[in-house]
């Protein structure tokens, strides 16, 4: 094997131009976005979708543009074979994998399925609004869901795929891995939550959170979510927080990483979406400027990203030692109802597990199996084995079969996500692979940073309230390799083997087992490793 | 003369595709400009402006595409002569304009200018931060001004003029408007002033105003301005005032046209800041939706928009009725400093003239004086007639000539304003005609709408803070053309005749005699009336 050389120089400064000039106009367009969800006025919406419509159309051009595709066949020729670890090099690889799948997909389909998903979306928003128990609007729903279904499937087959419809769309969001892999990392998940939720279920300990609820003084929970933010790292020199609908992070560089949180009734919401989002953030923050402007500006994948996100909200902050260290703060914050509340009490009630129907109100235990069931049901739409009409059907008899809860109604059934009317099908497996992850990632930090989650006497890293040993040794790991690896290839290097549900399952065990007086039945602890990121 | 007929359907509907999507990207610019000069943190500066420069070079190269001067030439042939009352016609011509002027500028001249404007307004940070009395960095800006004024001279000769150098810069901001033209204008208007400011200035009448010094409560303040936003008719539905170092209106369609405001510690000033940056808005709210994307969806020129500008801010803001309505409600929030003033008292303190050194400070008497100024400055750097190194002695020697001030340093004098450093020739006239049409057009507005502004007993509209009619008749004779006509054009059409300094002068005496105790001389009323917008 020959030795990677730096690649030519004419052909690299020229690639760099255009990739820059479609990064310049991808954030540009992040910018109208962010707009859109924090300030904009009512009256903004229908020019603002032009703008976009606009800005997307050229992205697609100048990504498509055929003198980008001999640039990148000139430098892979000239530069066999490519190191993913050079920058140059990998920034060919991806911008090869990016051009492949902009140029397979024809422009009128871009066109319908924009078409079709906006059409879509205001009939789900319709829909939803409308269902009430014992009435549903998903009738009205279902044509434009199965439009784009359609299209969706016609996308799969211009993209083509090795196994599944599926695996066209699931590589967007989570490069090289296959449905097959993700459906056996999912099932195995799902079997070893089971006993989990069933013994929570039949605990007779009952959880006190009444004092986290009805709060109404947002101002408050506001302040302590910027003081947390600032904690963790998160550089207010280099981002903001603002108020948004729903949460989200958004960089449009590496000097500018915004996020937004809402005010909830329930006190640690926003502190637990600021932990997110930060996460997120610290992810953009960590990315080298050396990458800035480039294809390889960004994380490795969304399940890469969502390992962040919920390493620090769940990892950090559902953590004893991290209350420890904010309990006695909010506790000042909020004397009338936490004076009388322990701090163990407290880190119970913002751990306590409830199955319920909604995914974005689920706890840490029960959120996978949320996941489970979309995995489930987008991969049979997609695949041709369900039709959009017996969606809900199904949809209840997953949840009462995954979470032996039943919907009150499509509102909070298989109405409540916004994706698939969005045409995000594929983008579900992410967030399990991300809670799956983060803990195999704290899991060798802890062995990196041995102090790091005691909470003894003198308390360790977390219980004192530093994070910058954390922070950084994400950085070090994770942030700094950018978008230049493989989901598959950073997590091998990072843990030094592929994702794996146990470490998640046993995370789980040690956690909620005191908190429940469980018993952990033994066996079980299979320990096999299923390798299925690498599925280029 | 053939009558006009309808445009050709295919090259006109490609046209407004064409014109649709220059617009689009120019407001995705305008939304980048907004955030960067409101929430955009520290860090994001660097990268907003690589984006701002891609979409730049984009917008350019759609703007000068061969096809588009064919369509034009095309719809140009198959619609001659052009009408320009009706949309497409007018869309026709005024796309023609903007074609000739872009194409006629080469992209390396556009490179070099956006490169040495940058450094250039850098070099005038830097000196005008360092420049105290005794102490003046004019020699470290020297060379980048003289750099820029070269290139300036560059682009007239590219663009082409018909009789200065200064024309081609002057055609941008006023359409037609020469330098001639603009120079009797002015001359004739500096000249009407001179005795105004000598007797004010002669005057034994001292105004009082301490009592709007000092202010600390920027949170009234900006309270007020809002409300005052919402009474002229300003649609929050549509809108929003953020703060910004410089107060400032931008449009991203005309269903979100936003402001900006800034708190100070003189009390009236916010609420002049929103008058103003609402009277630019509501010219901006009235343009027709059916204009909306088009080449015509703005005003007609710079001007015109600060005719709009200040009619609200001096010649309904500044006037006795006015302060009927509002200084009760003032008084209110502020009686710790108002409680012992009186209506009159505060009338007159708003109106107080000083004629001071800086132009952004300058009451309504005085401000035109700083134009004339700049305006006969930079006609002769263009001209060659003035060298970069005088500037400052010849900036000196005409305060004392126009103003009898002189500055204490360059900071409050050559080195105060941004725009020679920005390339932005041909600017300032602009600030002067919108005052001398503000009158004309409130002159007009007075005779339809009779009771507007009377201050009686009963007291008209403005005296009982009704707004709506006013509103409404901007909106019929100026708004709703857009950016249709000509300024000359439009101004015959509202006033049956040209813009003319005179009203302006009449309007001066008619305020401040009574207030300064003054006796107008004689004579010198010469009517004569200067047709310059029409240079076409």
Redesign the interface.
């Known amino acids: 094997m020959s030795s990677p050389q730096p690649c030519s120089r004419p052909s690299l400064e020229e690639l760099k131009i255009r990739l ?2 479609i990064y ?2 991808q ?3 992040a ?2 976005s962010w ?1 859109q969800q924090t ?10 979708g ?2 976009r ?3 997307s159309g ?1 992205i697609h051009q100048r990504s498509t543009d055929p003198r980008l595709g001999e640039l990148i066949a000139r430098l892979e020729e000239e530069n066999s074979p490519l190191d993913p670890e050079q920058d140059d090099h990998a920034m060919v690889r991806m911008a090869r994998r990016t051009y492949e799948r902009n140029r397979r997909i024809p422009e009128e389909l871009i066109r319908q399925l924009t078409l079709k998903t906006s059409l879509a979306r205001e009939a789900w928003v319709e829909a939803r609004a409308a269902s009430v128990p014992g009435r549903s609007l998903f009738g009205h729903f279902a044509p434009y869901l199965t439009e784009v279904v359609r299209l969706k499937r016609e996308q799969s087959e211009a993209l083509g795929y090795p196994e599944s419809p599926y695996d066209a769309h699931l590589d967007y969001f989570e490069p090289g891995l296959l449905a097959s892999q993700a459906a056996i990392l999912l099932d195995r998940l799902a079997e070893g939550l089971r006993p989990l939720v069933e013994a929570i279920t039949a605990s007779s300990i009952q959880i006190e959170t009444t004092f986290l609820e009805d709060v109404r003084d947002g101002e408050k929970q506001w302040a302590i979510s910027l003081e947390i933010l600032q904690a963790i790292g998160y ?6 927080q ?1 108020r948004s609908a729903h949460p989200f992070t958004t960089a ?5 990483v ?1 996020i937004t949180n809402r005010l909830s009734s329930r006190l640690e919401t926003p502190l637990f979406t600021a932990l997110h989002e930060g996460g997120h953030a610290l992810y953009h923050f960590g990315i080298p400027c050396r990458l ?2 480039s294809n390889l500006a960004s994380g490795s994948s969304y399940g890469l990203h969502e390992s962040q996100s919920r390493l620090w909200e769940n990892l950090v902050g559902g953590s004893r030692p991290f209350w420890a260290f904010w309990f006695p703060r909010l506790a000042k914050a909020f004397p009338e109802r936490l004076a009388t509340v322990s701090e163990d009490s407290f880190y119970r009630a913002v751990n306590a597990v409830r199955p319920s129907p909604i995914r974005v109100e689920a706890d840490e235990v029960t959120y996978n199996l949320h996941i489970v069931l979309r995995f489930q049901l987008e991969q049979a739409l997609l695949e041709g084995r369900l039709a959009v009409k017996d969606l809900p059907s199904a949809w209840n008899e997953g949840m009462v079969r995954l979470l032996g809860v039943m919907p009150r109604d499509d509102a909070e059934g298989v109405l409540q996500d916004v994706h698939w009317s969005s045409g995000q099908f594929g983008y579900f497996p992410s967030y399990a692979l991300g809670n799956l992850l983060a803990v195999q990632f704290f899991n060798c930090a802890l062995h990196d940073l041995p102090g790091l989650n005691s909470s003894g006497s003198t308390g360790g890293l977390i219980a004192r309230g530093e994070y910058a040993p954390l922070r950084q040794w994400l950085h070090d790991r994770i942030h700094s390799w950018g978008g230049k690896l493989l989901p598959d290839e950073l997590v091998r290097k990072v843990i030094g083997g592929p994702i794996d549900s146990q470490p998640f399952l046993d995370y789980l065990w040690d956690k909620y087992a005191p908190l429940y007086g469980l018993q952990r039945p033994p066996a079980k602890r299979s320990g096999l490793k299923i390798s299925h990121l690498g599925g280029e």
């Open positions: 820059g000039e310049d106009l954030r540009a367009s910018v109208l707009d300030y904009m006025p009512k009256g903004g919406a229908a020019a603002r032009e703008q419509a606009t800005l050229l550089d207010f020199q280099r981002g903001r603002d449009f560089s590496g000097g500018d915004r800035e402007r």
